[in-house]
């Protein structure tokens, strides 16, 4: 099962008003596992940098500037996406962002179901507490020190450790579901442990052996361990 932590940063809160995506950074999992497949890529919205959207994430116009529009990146960043679940915090806002920029190129949008809201999960799993990435980063013991600003690959990698937990932990089916590979003839849906192919020794003492005879021979003939 392959899913992706996303995440992005933008020059503001509506992209039919003029804000664009300023940055995507997105982490892969397999069976609930971080891979180390990533995609980074900053974006140059072709506008001003709003003073409330530098201070969160710190990137300015300047820096921008000589960045790919998101047209030149868009089909990149599906390709790495492929068919597979889009993990993301506070999924509906990345998910507007994402599709207005894919509706201007041309290309096909996201379906909203292929999305996993982790701020949803945790709201029904945290009724009345705080689920920012903070504080689900606090909860669940998660360093996230290196987040002075925001930023979507660091914000993505975070993520993906506070949706693991939020599913129950690492690896939370143990890997069970993974059919390991004995060769290219085994079947796997039939194998069974074969027997030894040397008895291990018995672990009982002579003296214990003894004691356990005594033991038997006070309980009479009848007693259950001399039943064949």
């Known amino acids: 099962m392959r899913e992706i932590v996303l995440d992005t940063e ?19 999992l397999h069976n609930h596992v971080v891979t180390g497949k990533t995609y980074h890529q900053y974006i ?22 000589d960045k790919p529009l998101f047209a030149q990146i868009g089909q990149a960043f599906l390709d790495f996406i492929g068919d597979a679940k889009l993990v993301i915090h506070n999924a509906s806002f990345d998910m507007k ?8 190129m041309g290309l096909p949008e996201l379906p909203y179901e292929r999305a996993i809201d982790t701020l949803a999960i945790a709201r029904k799993k945290f009724p009345g507490a705080q689920v920012s990435l903070d504080a689900l980063c606090r ?16 914000d993505s990698e975070i993520l993906a450790d ?3 937990e939020l599913i ?4 939370p089916d143990f890997a069970l579901n993974v059919v390991q590979s ?20 018995s672990r009982i003492s002579a003296a214990e052996e003894a004691a356990h005879d005594a033991f038997l021979d006070k309980l009479g003939d009848n007693a259950l361990w001399r039943r064949a």
């Open 97 to 104: 962002f994402l599709n207005a920029e894919l509706k201007w």
């Open 168 to 171: 129950g932990g690492r690896q």
């Open 162 to 164: 506070v949706y693991l």
């Open 44 to 65: 140059n919205p072709q506008r001003d940098m709003p003073e409330d959207a530098f201070r969160v994430h710190g990137l300015s116009e300047q820096f921008l500037r």
């Open 10 to 28: 933008t020059t503001g809160f509506d992209p039919f008003a003029g804000d664009r995506i300023v940055e995507i950074g997105a982490v892969e």
């Open 182 to 201: 004995r060769g290219p003839a085994s079947d796997d849906s039939d194998w069974r442990p074969k027997p030894r192919p040397t008895p291990l020794p």
């Open 139 to 154: 909860r669940y013991g998660i360093d996230n020190s290196a987040r002075t600003l925001h930023g979507a690959l660091l």
